[in-house]
């Protein structure tokens, strides 16, 4: 009985460092952008879309933006998300005007990218994400 007690022990032990271990492995990027599937049409042309962003506290944004194309980049336009470094994934409204023509309702392809300085003000190292989907134009 006693020897199994301590088998118990010491499985339960193993456990719950692998699972600090994977926790640790799976821990949140440092930079992370997601793409919403779902965009609306505005006024002009323009098309809204939800992109949900997030980075580190200490760091610095350097760069960061979204491009929607549609019909084969025939209608194309790219704008800056005004990405704020707090450590919490927030969720940014971005409006993307056409070059040239308009979108329309259907499918469109997006692409974000953020940029950020991990060390500033010397900025040795820098962080990135990005995503890219088809999303729908409603």
Same mark, same amino acid.
């Given at each position: ?10 499985? @339960? ?47 610095? @944004? ?5 491009s ?10 790219? !704008? ?33 990218? @953020?940029? !950020? ?8 190292? !820098? ?10 134009v409603?």
């Amino acid at each position: 009985v006693w020897m199994r007690t301590q088998m118990r022990l010491v499985l @339960v032990l193993v456990a719950a460092l692998g699972l600090a271990w994977t926790g640790q492995a799976t821990a949140q990027a440092a930079v992370a952008v997601a793409i919403q599937p779902v965009a609306k049409l505005v006024g002009d042309g323009a098309v809204r879309v939800i992109v949900v962003a997030s980075c580190d506290s200490d760091h610095q @944004v350097l760069e960061a933006h979204l491009s929607v194309s549609q019909d084969d980049q025939a209608i194309s336009g790219m !704008t800056g998300i005004p990405v704020r470094c707090d450590g919490r994934a927030r969720r940014y409204r971005v409006t993307v005007s056409p070059l040239d023509g308009a979108f329309h309702a259907g499918d469109a392809f997006a692409s974000a990218f @953020v940029l !950020t300085c991990a060390d500033p003000p010397t900025c040795g190292t !820098t962080e990135q994400g990005q995503d890219a989907r088809t999303i729908t134009v409603r």
